[in-house]
């Protein structure tokens, strides 16, 4: 009786589910968990058919034992002698024992009959149960394949989303550097620009001092027929303002003013000149002097003679009424004003301008500076001249001195006036191409300063 299986092995018990790990983990754990209740109910059944086989047995061997001891009977009968009869009363006690024993194996027998057939019902549902496992198994590995193509297309998509957004980074980061190369450079350039514009400013800038002097008429100049802006006489200036050109001078240079122009050149096309001191010689290059940019440009003024500008009027009252206290104040001769043709006023400025009918009014209260006026409150107000200005004539030049000639590599053998001295003596001798010299100017090693001419390229 030891292993005796069924007759027929449930399906359900060859079923197997793949233990890989990836994308079938989750599906296959789901139906491993199904897997091991079919596996119980498959057991169950299987003990169940055991029994019935081992019971089958029993009644098999009893129905031997029965058959054998009817044959014993009719056998001791044939014989007829009395211990057969008694063998054979006993074996008849035996058989009808034997009858209640089969009796009692077939109600077994068909109490095991009747747990064979509930057995094949429960693994009947048990098979169908299986087949509906292996359908929904194979739906849900359908579902997970349609899953798994799904995540590969979605990660082909995704990478290729990944790659292109590389590409835009790519292409932004090479735009990026360009663009930065493109600051770098225009603002190399507007360095240089500003460096250019300061230079250009530094050259064309006027820094000069203009002194007062007393300008005395000796013709009355003819007025123009045409009238000015503000329609009254003006005080005309025309000044011209011309900007000395300058050579800066170093240690060890010199520079000799000739009185002729022959005389220069000749000093320049000898390369290089020996000039005698003492027991001493020096050996100095004559160089052509070229001269700074200058400007020279004239200035046309216009001084108005009934105008009269007011500054720092505050805004204490209304604009008109501000003007009817300033037409007021300036109307009073006792402070030294006079009648006032019209008064002007922009309180956001907190100027005015106020005209005068006679002429000569302005230019007296132009000269005081102040005036003290009375709105709400008496108030201490500048005054000024109006005037206007043109630039006419501006002019730029830059050349090359025609008598003027620079020295250079001199060597301090002595001093610098003695050594000024032997310069002036050599460059006047004609044996050594010189001529008069009008002015002579060397400074020694470790010093500078800047040399100024004039327009006509006379004076140093």
Do not use: W
């Not at 169950?44 to 009893?62: P, Y």
């Not at 663009?179 to 006027?206: D, N, P, Y």
Request: charged share 30%; proline share 3%.
């Amino acid at each position: 009786m030891d292993g005796v299986k069924g007759p027929h092995e449930p399906p359900c018990l060859s079923l197997t589910v793949g233990s890989g790990s990836g994308p079938f983990q989750l599906d296959s754990l789901l139906l491993q968990k199904d897997q091991t209740k079919v596996h119980a109910r498959a057991r169950a059944c299987t003990r169940t058919e055991v029994q019935f086989h081992f019971s089958f047995s029993v009644i098999s061997a009893l129905r031997t034992l029965l058959v054998l001891s009817v044959h014993l009977d009719q056998t001791s009968i044939q014989t007829g002698t009395g211990e057969q009869v008694m063998a054979d009363a006993k074996n008849k006690r035996s058989a009808l024992e034997h009858e209640d024993s089969l009796e009692e194996a077939r109600r077994e027998l068909k109490e095991l009959k009747t747990k064979v057939e509930k057995a094949e019902d429960v693994k009947s549902r048990l098979i169908l149960e299986s087949l509906e496992e292996d359908e929904a198994k194979k739906e849900a590995q359908e579902e997970m394949l349609a899953c798994m193509k799904q995540q590969e297309s979605l990660k082909e998509e995704f990478t290729q989303n990944m790659k292109e957004v590389q590409t835009e980074l790519q292409k932004l980061s090479r735009r990026k550097q360009d663009l930065l190369e493109e600051l770098r450079r225009c603002q190399e350039e507007l360095t240089a620009k500003r460096e250019e514009s300061c230079s250009l400013k530094q050259t064309f800038t006027i820094c000069a001092h203009i002194p007062e002097a007393e300008v005395r008429f000796v013709a009355p100049e003819e007025e123009s027929s045409e009238e000015s802006p503000c329609g009254d006489q003006l005080i005309r200036g025309v000044f011209t303002i011309i900007q000395r050109s300058g050579f800066p001078l170093k240690g060890g240079q010199a520079l000799l003013t000739f009185e002729e122009e022959k005389v220069a050149a000749q000093i320049l096309r000898i390369p290089r000149c020996q000039v005698s001191c003492d027991d001493k010689s020096v050996h100095v290059k004559p160089r052509r002097v070229a001269l700074d940019s200058s400007v020279k440009f004239q200035v046309n003024l216009n001084v108005s003679r009934t105008h009269l500008k007011v500054f720092g009027v505050p805004a204490a009252l209304p604009e008109e009424r501000t003007k009817d206290r300033l037409e007021v104040s300036f109307s009073r001769p006792s402070r030294g004003g006079g009648e006032v043709k019209s008064v002007e006023y922009d309180q956001t400025t907190g100027e005015g301008l106020v005209t005068f009918l006679h002429p000569g009014v302005a230019e007296r209260l132009a000269l005081r500076g102040t005036y003290h006026i009375h709105l709400d409150s008496g108030v201490e107000v500048k005054v000024g001249p109006s005037y206007d200005y043109e630039l006419q004539k501006f002019q730029t030049f830059c050349g090359t001195t025609t008598r003027t000639v620079l020295l250079d590599d001199i060597i301090d053998v002595e001093d610098e006036e003695d050594l000024q001295d032997h310069l002036e003596i050599h460059f006047q001798k004609p044996s050594n191409n010189g001529g008069e010299i009008e002015c002579i100017r060397y400074i020694s090693k470790g010093k500078a300063l800047r040399a100024f001419f004039c327009e006509d390229t006379q004076d140093v």
